[in-house]
């Protein structure tokens, strides 16, 4: 369900695309990434705890609380001082490294492929299921462009580092999760490299 946005994604479309479609690319992510620590943590959750536990999960979650704080700056108004925004600018631009850097730390956790014909199945759907869902919802759209291109590339990405953290966190198939997002995340660029010249 969750693609690899942030680690993956967004540094794709930029190096890709270019900074107007990386603009709309972090839309994509944000809002991908309040999907996933919400639905996705209550997924992960609800496979071991009972529902109200599994809600009880989510509100553990503090980028849920950073997304609110953006919000309510943005709905208010308000501007954050200088001295706020030096810091938050800092490590604003430090964030697609540290991202990079943490998508190798997770592939090289993985292991030995097991349940290989439903790792399978996985890594078709995010890879090449995906892809065509997203171009057929972006004509149906009317999208074009760089949203175009943000959105079908980062809707085609592998699948998302979160998910092998949720994982092991609640004890929902580990080994399978980290092996669907290290094959799908190895074999990603032989579906991506077309895709981004197509798109382009």
Known sequence: MFSNGGNYGLPVVLFAFGTDALSYATVYFVTS?????????????????????????IAKVSAIYGVAAGLLFLASGISVPMAAMRPIGLLSDAALPMMILVLGM??????VAERLPVVAVAVGLSLVVAPVVALGLTSFLGLSGAARQSGVILASMPVAVLTTILALEFDVAPAFVTNTFFISTLLSPLTLTPLIAYLR
């Open 33 to 57: 990434s309040t999907l996933t620590y919400t639905v996705g943590v209550f997924l992960a959750a609800a496979g071991r705890r009972s529902a109200p536990q599994a809600v009880t999960g």
């Open 106 to 111: 997770q592939l090289e956790r993985a292991r």
